[in-house]
């Protein structure tokens, strides 16, 4: 069973630059036909994707957030990781690290894995 | 790229059927069959419901159905039950390979 674990810091200051880390168990980052996902929800507020990174380590950012935003693996610890950079109220969500799967010679897709999300509070 | 748009809510009582709507573009919903949809109850992660407009992963109930006609997905709960209340979000993959996600539709069971 693949499990995904968000973790980071839940306070960071604006116009610093956020890390968040997570950890996948039960499968590896670096081998199929996957993309592992990053997504974020302000409080009360809907879904919003961030970007991606595929096991071979090509990235996708949002258009919105492109210029603010890395996504990278670390192969040997079974991680990738998200950098935003110049942070501000705006950007106060849960993230989430999510698996998306591509099956069927590319002919079929699917997000089917969530972690339980970390939240990231930017304020002075 | 703009969120596809999602009624905010939409009500039924037990034993009812229900649609959400999902409506985006030529670029994202209109434009290939990877449409999904995710069931969120309240302080928990994001479940896939549907995935390629009318797919159910194992384990979803076959009361879940998707379908899609050219730039609007919609969702289907059939036999509504309690369980059934939560927030659903349609996602979309898009023609310069980024996902979007719906706004967001809550559904309330009366």
């Known amino acids: 069973q693949v499990q995904l674990r968000e973790s980071g810091p839940g306070l960071v200051k604006p116009s610093q630059t956020l890390s968040l880390t997570c950890t996948v168990s039960?499968?590896?980052?670096?081998?199929?036909?996957?993309?592992w996902n990053w997504i974020r929800q302000p409080a009360g507020k809907g879904l919003e994707w961030v970007g991606r990174?595929?096991?071979?380590?090509?990235?996708n950012y949002s258009p919105s957030l492109n210029s603010r935003v890395t996504i990278s693996r670390e192969t040997s610890k079974n991680q990738f990781s998200l950098k935003m950079t110049s942070l501000t109220a705006a950007d106060t969500a849960i993230y989430y690290c999510?698996?998306?799967?591509?099956?069927?010679?590319?002919?079929?897709?699917?997000?089917?894995?969530w972690g339980q999300g970390t939240l990231v509070t930017v304020s002075s | 790229q703009s969120a596809l748009i999602q009624p905010a809510s939409v009500s039924g009582s037990p034993g009812q059927s229900i649609s959400i709507s999902c409506t985006g573009s030529?670029?994202?919903?209109?434009?290939?069959?990877?449409v999904s949809w995710h069931q969120q109850h309240p302080g928990k992660a994001p479940k896939v419901m549907i995935y390629d407009v009318s797919n159910r992963p194992s384990g979803v109930s076959n009361r879940f159905s998707g379908s899609k006609s050219g730039n609007t997905a919609s969702l289907t709960i059939s036999g509504l039950q309690a369980d059934d209340e939560a927030d659903y979000y349609c996602s979309s993959y898009t023609s310069s390979s980024t996902w979007v996600f719906g706004g967001g539709t809550k559904v309330t069971v009366l």
């Open positions: 999510a698996r998306e799967t591509w099956v069927s010679g590319r002919n079929s897709v699917l997000i089917d894995y």
């Open positions: 039960g499968g590896s980052i670096s081998s199929g036909d996957y993309y």
């Open positions: 030529s670029s994202d919903v209109g434009g290939h069959n990877y």
């Open positions: 990174v595929h096991t071979r380590g090509g990235p």
